[in-house]
């Protein structure tokens, strides 16, 4: 088979493409804007309302609570860490989100593959391993300390509050695992390909 | 409508070809074309001002279309997905209604079976592009290009000849 004649297999294509009018692309991308527009607004949105929640509650609980140090401690730290996590997940999200694709392949390939090996292979990478259990551990204590109505040293002294988290914790632990697992895992398999995709460019 | 956007819709207009044929090499069946359709015309809108910097308005199209298609065919749930469903690529039409001649669908199985970048590679080089705007959209040299083509051109015979 003559090299020129699958080009001109290929351009038989051409006269069967049903052109799009500059309305019907403007639609189109008027959707797609609104579209991601809706979910950076939603998830935006449910992460600064859950934080601003919890610090609302940890203000509230810590000022009804002022003579119990530990517990001020407790709330402060959390808050602290939720703040903290806030920010850098939302600049991380921004940053993996955020495609610059007008550039050739390779040099495409290698920003996303810097990019993506930061977050998941970086010196941070492995934070959430101890992020998830620390705030996990906060956020119950304070709730529970909280509604006992006693004294936090006093609270984590009991038979019972220690049987709750022992029992409690591996099942929160394990939802929480899961989910932070699964994005990974996504992004993992994303970097791989990405890898792949570069060595082979790379390589003859 | 503003002025830019009334630019961009112009160039999108004149060059639309481009996106649908990207997306029928990456993409086999019409709703995962149509997604990876939009996807692209949003992704070219948001890099529409970087486009001074390219010398050619082709390049950065194609660039930005090959780059996003490649972004898009991984996503897991789709691989989950065909991976416990056959899939069957549609055999009449691209985005809107096309009909497909027997060769050119013969070609298109061919490519398909070609990874993804010897995909945007032989999409080119069916484009005529030559080896200079490849080099410059993939971003290798120029006889790397060559040494590519010719590869993926033999691949691309066997599986045609199949």
């Not at chain 1, 398999?189 to 082979?200: A, I, Q, S, Y």
């Not at chain 2, 992704?43 to 390049?59: D, M, V």
């Not at chain 2, 051109?153 to 199949?162: G, P, V």
Request: proline share 2%; glycine share 4%.
């Amino acid at each position: 088979m003559e090299n020129n004649e699958l080009q001109k297999i290929w351009k038989t294509i051409n006269a069967e493409i049903n052109q799009k009018s500059k309305d019907e692309l403007n639609l189109l991308l008027k959707s797609k804007s609104n579209q991601t527009i809706n979910k950076f607004l939603i998830i935006i949105s449910i992460s600064i309302f859950v934080c601003v929640g919890l610090l609302v509650y940890l203000m509230i609980t810590s000022l009804n609570r002022q003579n119990d140090l530990i517990y001020l401690v407790n709330n402060a730290t959390l808050g602290i860490i939720t703040l903290i996590s806030l920010i850098s997940g939302l600049l991380s999200w921004y940053k993996i989100e955020n495609n610059r694709y007008n550039q050739p392949l390779k040099n495409w390939l290698e920003e996303r593959i810097y990019i993506l090996s930061k977050w998941l292979t970086g010196r941070y990478s492995k934070l959430y391993l101890f992020i998830i259990p620390l705030l996990y551990a906060l956020t119950v204590l304070s709730i529970h300390v909280y509604f006992e109505d006693k004294l936090f040293l006093e609270v984590i002294n009991t038979e019972e509050s220690i049987i709750g988290l022992i029992v409690g914790t591996p099942i929160g632990l394990f939802v929480a695992y899961f989910g932070a697992r699964k994005i990974r895992k996504y992004q993992l398999t994303n970097l791989e390909f990405l890898k792949d995709l570069h060595g082979r460019l790379c390589n003859l | 409508m503003n002025t830019a956007k009334d630019e961009f819709l112009e160039i999108l207009s004149n060059y639309q070809g481009i996106l649908y044929k990207v997306s029928l090499v990456y993409f086999k069946n019409k709703p995962d074309r149509e997604d990876n359709l939009q996807e692209i015309i949003y992704q070219l809108w948001k890099s529409y001002p970087s486009l001074k910097n390219h010398e050619s308005i082709g390049s950065w199209i194609y660039a930005v279309s090959i780059n996003t298609s490649i972004s898009r065919v991984k996503r897991v749930s789709r691989i989950e997905y065909r991976e416990t469903i056959p899939e069957l690529p549609d055999k009449s039409n691209i985005i809107d209604e096309m009909i497909m001649t027997e060769s050119f669908q013969l070609l298109l199985d061919a490519i398909y079976n070609l990874d993804e970048l010897d995909k945007s590679i032989m999409l080119l080089y069916l484009e005529e592009k030559s080896y200079d705007e490849i080099a410059q959209i993939i971003g290798i040299t120029k006889s790397n290009v060559g040494v590519r083509i010719n590869r993926a051109k033999e691949l691309l015979k066997q599986n045609f000849k199949k």
